[in-house]
């Protein structure tokens, strides 16, 4: 990633929006030969839980798969190592930021069905910046050849879009997932994400692949946005005990004592990891101005 202070001035930077001033991603960086997921949502909405699921699913499928967190709390793969992992920020610090004194093992760690699990980590409080961390990440995997025997990268992306570093990883993916819940903050913020996602569309590939409702038991006010603007939910997770249990027990849905229920969000994994595949759609979504959404779905 090139520095803020290295970038080109003026009109030799194509920006991806007015006033846009962020960390680029460096052409030497693309992530070849795999299928580039990444996974947005409000803040505690569930992006890891469904990050690691879908990894898993990805994994029974026969795929080879890398999860990377993009999270200073660093606890994305948490269900599939059972352990929070160092950060490739915390081993760059061990050998002072020498990274070709780095293993492999250092920084990249097997989690269950074989899936491979990164931890990014962030820059700390109040320095730095996020794409910083998600460029060093992804130049360390390439470096080590890691991406050439992975067929699907997830990049589990921190809360909302707020800032040009976090949407770093939009500069790799070939398609965007927004989970939402069907409540106005969760699709305050999925609004903010498609912004962000068709800003970046103007200079990557990236393009939205689809919502998926997570933690409820209605899709109502998710559907009235998706069909508002152009969206289409791609999967339904509802508001289950099991999902919260596997959390607290460190383990994946797929780990989890058999059930119908349990059986029933199994397979809504694995029929959207398979329809991921396959190749999601792009879809072109307008995002709606903050009074228009207000007017859809806000409060009387």
């Known amino acids: 990633m090139a520095p803020l202070d290295n970038l080109p001035k003026g009109n030799d930077r194509k920006g991806d929006g007015d006033g846009s001033v962020q960390v680029h991603m460096d052409p030497n960086n693309k992530i070849d030969g795999a299928k580039v997921f990444a996974v947005y949502g409000k803040g505690g909405i569930g992006k890891s839980t469904t990050s690691s699921n879908l990894s898993v699913a990805f994994s029974k499928l026969g795929k080879r798969v890398l999860q990377i967190g993009c999270d200073p ?7 599939l190592t059972k352990q929070l992992m160092p950060t490739v920020i915390d081993v760059l610090e061990s050998v002072d930021f020498h990274p070709e004194e780095l293993r492999i093992e250092d920084f990249v760690f097997e989690g269950y069905n074989g899936v491979m699990c990164v931890e990014a980590g962030g820059p700390p409080a109040g320095t730095g910046c996020g794409g910083y961390v998600v460029g060093q990440t992804v130049k360390l995997l390439k470096e080590h050849h890691l991406l050439e025997d992975t067929d699907v990268v997830i990049f589990d992306v921190l809360g909302d879009v707020v800032c040009g570093g976090f949407a770093a990883p939009l500069q790799h993916a070939d ?12 699709i305050y913020a999925m609004n903010r994400i498609v912004t962000a996602i ?21 899709t109502d006010q998710v559907d009235r946005f998706a069909d508002a603007i152009g969206l289409k939910r791609t999967a339904h997770f509802p508001d289950l005990d099991v999902i919260r249990r596997s959390r607290l027990k460190k383990a994946t ?3 989890m004592e058999p059930s119908p229920e349990l059986e029933a969000v199994q397979q809504e994994y694995l029929r959207l990891a398979q329809a991921l595949w396959d190749g999601a759609e792009p879809l072109k979504a307008a995002p709606m101005k903050d009074r228009d959404l207000f007017e859809l779905l806000g409060f009387d």
């Open 73 to 79: 709390k660093h606890d994305s793969t948490f269900t």
């Open 253 to 255: 849905l797929f780990e």
């Open 175 to 186: 398609r965007a997932l927004i989970i939402t819940a069907n409540d106005f903050d969760s």
């Open 198 to 218: 068709q800003a970046k569309s103007k200079n990557y590939k990236v393009r939205l692949g689809g919502i998926i409702a997570n933690r409820s038991t209605d």
